[in-house]
């Protein structure tokens, strides 16, 4: 599975971004699809997964962020508004599987105050 992300950007405080991640079609079922990021000096963290069951959310983006997924294009989006100067990072997305999670190659995205 390979993972496609775009969509980020230079965004002014309170500004708002759409990213999106398309993964290609491979004939592996993908079960849970999700957004992290990493910012510059700190450890990778979850942003938001989106399956069958539904969506999660890390709390520094709840009632902010929204994830959606469009299965009949493979690809998973998250909406961003209020942003803030500690949303600041590289953006990855990642699809899992039964046998293995993909990632993307990743998207910054740069909130100036």
């Known amino acids: 599975v390979q993972l496609q992300a775009s969509g980020g950007g230079l965004v002014l405080t309170g500004g708002s971004l759409t990213l999106s991640c398309q993964a290609s079609k491979s004939g592996v079922s993908i079960y849970a699809m999700g957004w992290y990021r990493r910012a510059p000096g700190k450890e990778r963290e979850l942003v938001a997964t989106?399956?069958?069951?539904?969506?999660n959310y890390a709390d520094s983006v709840k009632g902010r962020f929204t994830i959606s997924r469009d299965k009949a294009k493979n690809t998973i989006y998250l909406q961003m508004i209020s942003l803030k100067p500690e949303d600041t990072a590289v953006y990855f997305c990642n699809a899992n599987t039964a046998l293995k999670t993909f990632w993307g190659q990743g998207t910054q995205v740069t909130v100036s105050s």
């Open positions: 989106i399956s069958d069951y539904g969506s």
